[in-house]
């Protein structure tokens, strides 16, 4: 009887789901900065979309108005007055917004990961590091005296000189070994030609998400890791990270060669070992800018003279032992073809994806990157 009692104790008590309990202004505000996403910025076309979506949904209540809301906005400092280029007054969102965003972002896709110290990528090999590994051994000239182990030479000075006389050598002491901790320096490289927003499909707002997240997890989680964002159509640019929100597709070629120059350009300045390179992308290259600044443009098929210049391009980073891991939103055959042979010219990686579960492959990559320690 005793038996069954615990077993019945240790059971499972089932309970009707309970949402967590939100005020009227965090509701909304969940809605919000996923509109303000899908309109890159646009306050007043994030509000429009607001509006309507209250009237078909019912949102808002007598208490609690959208015009309060906005009020709330300001209150808060999400947005702020402005003096747009026309010379009219208006209204646009603040750092604030753009962080909250990010941190949105973060955890749709990667989950809820606390903030923690600095660097948090073990490798294999121990050595002077930040994070203890709990293996001691003795004192050896040129170890650093924070690594001396207070406790444990203590303790050893007592087993070598007894407890009458309490002194503490050379020879008693004794250090923890630390763990290495690898750095990663990262280039996202985010194709923004005007495929990605091609037959009526939305491909650039997912990119932003996961380049937003993937900004997110690395200033909270790996502050030493670097992170820089470049956007590639007709010629490559370096974008800032509060940029990302207002990031918008062009009437663009795809030149891929000018988005590799560059992010290999970034990479060559970073001090760290680990460099790497993430490149979302759904169209083939089309585009190369020539030596006398005109623009070389075949959009019909894959032109054997941009697509060489793409393996060359590969090969350079594989000497420069930068992986590139491609991530590609489409599946066509011979796009796919021209993928693996990019892919197997540089010995990286690639993944052909639709637009599910894309933050999730390059989180999972990112972190098994980490855990590599490349040698030169």
């Given at each position: 009887m005793k038996k069954t009692q615990e077993i019945y104790k240790k059971g499972f008590s089932f309970q009707p789901y309970q949402a967590p309990d939100q005020s009227p202004f965090e509701k909304l505000f969940e809605i919000f900065q996923e509109l303000i996403t899908h309109t890159s910025g646009d306050l007043d076309e994030a509000l429009d979309w607001l509006k309507e979506l209250d009237k078909e949904y019912n949102l808002t209540t007598d208490d609690y108005t959208l015009d309060d809301f906005v009020e709330d906005l300001k209150k808060k400092g999400y947005i702020r007055e402005e003096i747009k280029p026309d010379g009219k007054g208006g209204m646009a969102i603040t750092a604030k917004t753009e962080q909250a965003i990010r941190k949105r972002a973060l955890d749709q896709i990667f989950g809820k990961i606390k903030r923690s110290g600095s660097g948090n990528h073990a490798t294999k090999y121990t050595g002077r590091g930040d994070e203890h590994a709990g293996e001691f051994r003795n004192y050896q000239y040129g170890d650093a005296l924070e690594q001396i182990s207070i406790t444990e030479s203590l303790k050893n000075a007592q087993i070598n000189h007894g407890m009458d006389?309490?002194?503490?050598?050379?020879?008693d002491l004794i250090v923890e070994e630390t763990q290495y901790k690898a750095q990663m320096s990262t280039v996202l490289?985010?194709?923004?030609?005007?495929?990605?927003i091609l037959y009526g499909e939305d491909r650039i707002t997912p990119a932003k998400k996961v380049a937003m997240a993937l900004a997110e997890l690395i200033t909270t989680r790996y502050p030493k890791d670097t992170l820089d964002i470049l956007v590639f159509g007709n010629d490559a640019w370096p974008i800032a990270i509060k940029d990302l929100p207002y990031l918008q597709v062009g009437p663009y070629h795809t030149n891929?060669?000018?988005?590799?120059?560059?992010?290999?350009?970034?990479?060559?300045?970073?001090?760290?070992?680990n460099k790497q390179i993430f490149m979302i992308t759904d169209g083939k290259p089309s585009c190369l800018r020539l030596p006398d600044g005109h623009y070389y443009k075949n959009s019909n098929g894959l032109d054997r003279h941009i697509v060489n210049k793409c393996y060359m391009m590969a090969q350079q980073a594989r000497k420069l032992h930068i992986p590139i891991t491609t991530f590609m939103i489409a599946q066509d055959p011979y796009l796919m073809q021209f993928i693996r042979e990019f892919t197997y010219a540089n010995q990286g990686k690639a993944f052909f994806t639709g637009l599910q579960g894309l933050g999730e492959m390059i989180f999972e990559d990112y972190e098994n990157n980490r855990k590599k320690r490349i040698r030169r």
């Amino acid at each position: 009887m005793k038996k069954t009692q615990e077993i019945y104790k240790k059971g499972f008590s089932f309970q009707p789901y309970q949402a967590p309990d939100q005020s009227p202004f965090e509701k909304l505000f969940e809605i919000f900065q996923e509109l303000i996403t899908h309109t890159s910025g646009d306050l007043d076309e994030a509000l429009d979309w607001l509006k309507e979506l209250d009237k078909e949904y019912n949102l808002t209540t007598d208490d609690y108005t959208l015009d309060d809301f906005v009020e709330d906005l300001k209150k808060k400092g999400y947005i702020r007055e402005e003096i747009k280029p026309d010379g009219k007054g208006g209204m646009a969102i603040t750092a604030k917004t753009e962080q909250a965003i990010r941190k949105r972002a973060l955890d749709q896709i990667f989950g809820k990961i606390k903030r923690s110290g600095s660097g948090n990528h073990a490798t294999k090999y121990t050595g002077r590091g930040d994070e203890h590994a709990g293996e001691f051994r003795n004192y050896q000239y040129g170890d650093a005296l924070e690594q001396i182990s207070i406790t444990e030479s203590l303790k050893n000075a007592q087993i070598n000189h007894g407890m009458d006389e309490l002194k503490l050598t050379e020879d008693d002491l004794i250090v923890e070994e630390t763990q290495y901790k690898a750095q990663m320096s990262t280039v996202l490289m985010i194709d923004i030609s005007h495929s990605m927003i091609l037959y009526g499909e939305d491909r650039i707002t997912p990119a932003k998400k996961v380049a937003m997240a993937l900004a997110e997890l690395i200033t909270t989680r790996y502050p030493k890791d670097t992170l820089d964002i470049l956007v590639f159509g007709n010629d490559a640019w370096p974008i800032a990270i509060k940029d990302l929100p207002y990031l918008q597709v062009g009437p663009y070629h795809t030149n891929t060669v000018a988005g590799l120059e560059l992010a290999m350009d970034m990479l060559r300045r970073k001090r760290n070992t680990n460099k790497q390179i993430f490149m979302i992308t759904d169209g083939k290259p089309s585009c190369l800018r020539l030596p006398d600044g005109h623009y070389y443009k075949n959009s019909n098929g894959l032109d054997r003279h941009i697509v060489n210049k793409c393996y060359m391009m590969a090969q350079q980073a594989r000497k420069l032992h930068i992986p590139i891991t491609t991530f590609m939103i489409a599946q066509d055959p011979y796009l796919m073809q021209f993928i693996r042979e990019f892919t197997y010219a540089n010995q990286g990686k690639a993944f052909f994806t639709g637009l599910q579960g894309l933050g999730e492959m390059i989180f999972e990559d990112y972190e098994n990157n980490r855990k590599k320690r490349i040698r030169r």
